[in-house]
């Protein structure tokens, strides 16, 4: 009676690195974290990514193999005084035990600074470990100090293949699972709770058990789960086109935008909507392609794409597919330059194949005092807002990634650094 009480998705969590699914770039075979984990030196952490894929399960497991005592607090519930607290039964715990304290720490972006400092001290001194699990970018949502003192690691959404993998466990497992229970899933509703739930295990596992739960046994004494049941259960419209073919109308739709075409691209747009995809899956392809097909030549299309996706996301449907559309709209009319894209990847492959590339002396945080032959940093704004000067290595002074194009606004773009001199 005590376990029904207790989520399919809390007892499904991994207990051990071989039931974790995903995450395969981080503890995968020879990975850096899982060499870590099995040589008992993991320090300090901070997990971040989206939701549903496994940052405080996999917090959870490392705590265990190390044979760690475990603390656990929320950051949205808990303030200074839980975490000295937290600090003080880990002081306790390592001087009568000598053993090491894990702090998890859920939603840790939370944490304002006061709450962070409480706990830098003791982390450096080694009186407690650290892991923190957000679904935000730690280094722009949470204090320095902290992720200073951490190593980071980005989460990515769970594989369709391996979601597949959890319902399948899930409903075969006797002792955590749903094993004990007739259930008779198609395959062609595992495949759809997979791609519906978007990465997200939890909610996989959570929309499996509500199907069980709210499915009537027929007379051969199963549960029949249909893909049906499963939208039913996920609050969405199941897809009435298959995963190939949705794919399909995303490329098709996507091409429409490049290609200026805004009779296609609203059509696709809503030929997807219809079929019961996340409006948001559009809205963050246009604001992809509004830098990527359009960048220079009209950068009001990058401020509209993502005014787009923030009506979706506050308005919602129905009244966010106008704005939606307004903005596919300004998007195919947009003139259209790939000049960023260009740029980016010029100076992505610069990037990861020069070695050479000292920062010139003048502009050096703590210039040397032996010149190198570019003599004093000029200050721009004692020459009117702009001097040229070399801001490249040497080895790339000469390179040139941007390069406007002769469509819209960009075409009137002067190069301030091709039309001035010293």
């Not at 974790?20 to 899982?34: A, M, P, S, T």
């Not at 984990?37 to 940052?55: D, E, M, W």
């Not at 200050?379 to 819209?408: C, E, F, I, T, W």
Request: net charge positive; proline share 3%.
């Amino acid at each position: 009676m005590e376990r029904v009480r207790v989520p399919l998705a809390e007892r499904m969590r991994p207990k051990t690195l071989d039931d974790f699914v995903g995450q395969e770039h981080i503890v995968g075979k020879n990975k850096l974290l899982r060499r870590a984990i099995q040589t008992g030196n993991v320090g300090s952490l901070i997990f971040y990514g989206p939701p549903g894929a496994g940052k405080t399960t996999l917090a959870g497991i490392i705590a265990k193999m190390l044979d760690a005592n475990i603390e656990k607090l929320n950051a949205v519930s808990s303030g200074v005084a839980e975490a000295k607290a937290v600090i003080e039964r880990a002081r306790t715990t390592k001087a009568m035990l000598n053993k090491d304290t894990y702090l998890l720490l859920d939603e840790c972006h939370r944490w304002n600074k006061a709450q962070s400092d409480c706990v830098l001290q003791a982390i450096e001194e080694g009186s407690i470990y650290f892991i923190g699990s957000t679904t935000e970018n730690p280094y722009t949502s949470m204090t320095r100090a902290i992720v200073s003192r951490c190593s980071v690691f980005e989460f990515k959404k769970i594989s369709e293949k391996d979601i597949v993998k959890v319902i399948d466990r899930a409903l075969t497992d006797r002792v955590d699972g749903l094993g004990d229970i007739k259930i008779e899933m198609l395959d062609e509703a595992k495949m759809y709770l997979a791609f519906a739930c978007n990465g997200d295990v939890r909610t996989a596992l959570n929309a499996l058990e509500l199907a069980v739960k709210s499915t009537k046994m027929s007379k051969d004494k199963y549960i029949h789960l249909t893909k049906e049941t499963m939208a039913e259960c996920l609050n969405k419209r199941p897809l009435s086109i298959d995963e190939n073919i949705y794919y399909d109308y995303l490329s098709a739709f996507c091409k429409s935008l490049r290609g200026s075409d805004t009779e296609a691209a609203l059509y696709y747009s809503q030929r997807l909507i219809k079929a019961g995809i996340d409006p948001l899956i559009i809205a963050r392809r246009m604001i992809a392609h509004a830098s990527e097909d359009i960048g220079m030549a009209d950068s009001n299309a990058l401020l509209m794409a993502c005014c787009a996706m923030y009506a979706v996301e506050k308005i919602g449907p129905p009244e966010c597919y106008l704005n939606l559309s307004h903005a596919i709209i300004y998007l195919c009319e947009a003139e259209k330059s790939n000049s960023v894209y260009m740029a980016m990847s010029m100076a992505e492959q610069d990037a990861e194949n020069e070695r050479e590339d000292m920062v010139p002396n003048h502009l050096k945080n703590h210039p040397s005092t032996n010149a190198d032959g570019h003599g004093k940093y000029k200050y721009p704004h004692n020459y009117g807002g702009y001097v040229k000067q070399q801001y490249m290595p040497d080895s790339l002074k000469d390179r040139v990634y941007y390069k406007p194009s002769a469509n819209g606004k960009e075409k009137n773009l002067v190069r301030k650094k091709f039309s001035k001199n010293i």
